[in-house]
């Protein structure tokens, strides 16, 4: 009886030994990142307007350098899966007229039609992703549990590969090959926070929630056009009646939006 109340007061000296331990902050930090996300495309132009969401994933590495113990650069690198979302075009045209299209009717290298009013193009883009951050964290219990700010955050992305869903009445193309279509660099700015939990001296687990807008325009607009038809709409196996007005170049800003649940580890 002795042994075994010796054995459980010494185990809890040691739990209550580590849980007391001060958890000593270092100049510099690295963690990973699994982070669910949700994002949308938004225009400057009334006529084509966001009609879907994505969901997507964001994994990667961080860095954190800390110049003063709450203070920090952040930075890392970071894959992002599946970003995008779906446009409305309510006036018909070439909206991918430098990609190759799995239905020939529609390639504009090969002077094919324009696709029709009401077309849906959904956009799934991955790409490789370079942060830049100001981070800052505050105790709320004792030294073990933070609350955390990352603002402003510049994003750079690097684009890796563009898939294309395109819907309207008569067509369905799924993952078509658009990269040609999507410009090559993203770049955005954001916020964030959340809370830093300290399992232990070296091990710390993260929560955020973060939220991203992008500067520039995902689509290249090179060579492409709206055109409005104004006949032939009831018959659109038959191509010998239909009529367009002239040909319109589309130059339409169109830019990503997210919002990411951030998870992840601190070491």
């Known amino acids: 009886m002795k042994i075994r109340s010796s054995v459980f007061a010494l185990a809890l000296t040691l739990s209550m030994t580590s849980f007391g331990q001060k958890v000593v902050w270092t100049r510099f930090k690295f963690g990973i990142q699994a982070s669910p996300t949700l994002s949308w495309l938004t225009t400057d132009n009334p006529k084509v307007a966001n009609n879907g969401f994505n969901t997507g994933l964001k994994l990667g590495a961080t860095g954190d350098y800390y110049f003063a113990e709450n203070y920090a650069l952040s930075t890392g690198i970071g894959f992002g899966f599946n970003h995008g979302g779906k446009l409305l075009h309510e006036i018909g045209g070439n909206y991918l007229a430098n990609s190759t299209l799995t239905d020939s009717r529609y390639n504009a290298k090969t002077n094919g039609q324009s696709l029709p009013d009401n077309v849906n193009i959904r956009y799934h883009i991955q790409y490789v992703e370079i942060p830049l951050a100001l981070k800052m964290r505050t105790d709320i219990n004792g030294e073990h549990l933070r609350l955390f700010a990352q603002a402003p955050i510049i994003n750079i992305g690097f684009l890796s590969q563009a898939r294309g869903d395109i819907s309207a009445p008569k067509i369905s193309l799924n993952k078509e090959n658009i990269k040609n279509d999507v410009n090559l660099l993203s770049l955005s700015w954001g916020l964030g926070g959340g809370v830093e939990y300290a399992y232990n001296q070296s091990t710390s687990i993260v929560a955020g929630l973060y939220y991203n807008r992008g500067f520039v325009d995902v689509t290249k607009d090179?060579?492409?056009?709206?055109?409005?038809?104004?006949?032939?709409?009831?018959?659109?196996?038959?191509?010998?009646d239909d009529k367009f007005d002239p040909k319109v170049k589309e130059s339409t800003k169109a830019v990503l939006n997210a919002i990411t649940l951030r998870l992840g580890v601190i070491f």
């Open 222 to 240: 090179r060579n492409n056009y709206s055109v409005k038809q104004i006949a032939g709409q009831t018959t659109p196996n038959d191509s010998s």
